[in-house]
């Protein structure tokens, strides 16, 4: 494992050192790390913050009692990556017993698809 970059976080680092004789510690690496401007690639704190200006938008459901099944859906798309290209899913699910009513699996990302899946769970 070759560090590139400063791609690496402490304790990466800390064991490719000690690969190559160094005897350093956490403390150290952490040090020589700030020191020379090196850090892990990875998502930094708060990256979910939202912006200056950034509408907020209420949440429908908040204070809403789910009570029994067939009160609320929720529907949900991903996709899985194939040898060549996508495959996207969308499922529908009830919010209450969390059990999946209907999934539609399609090899374009249309709305057709997603309405299909809908129509399914009724």
């Given at each position: 494992m070759e560090p590139d970059h400063g791609a690496l976080s402490v304790r990466r680092?800390?064991?490719?050192?000690?690969?190559?004789g160094w005897a350093v510690g956490h403390d150290r690496v952490r040090r020589l790390l700030r020191t020379t401007g090196?850090?892990?690639?990875?998502?930094?704190?708060r990256t979910s913050a939202p912006g200056a200006g950034h509408k907020i938008y209420?949440?429908?459901l908040r204070g809403l009692r789910i009570e029994g099944p067939d009160h609320v859906w929720a529907t949900d798309n991903t996709y899985a990556p194939?040898?060549?290209g996508l495959a996207y899913l969308t499922a529908v699910r009830d919010w209450f017993s969390r059990y999946v009513l209907a999934?539609?699996?399609?090899l374009?990302?249309?709305?057709a698809f997603c309405l299909e899946a809908l129509a399914a769970a009724r």
């Open positions: 680092m800390r064991w490719f050192l000690r690969s190559q090196l850090e892990a690639v990875g998502p930094k704190p209420p949440y429908p194939m040898q060549r999934w539609r699996l399609s374009t990302l249309e709305a």
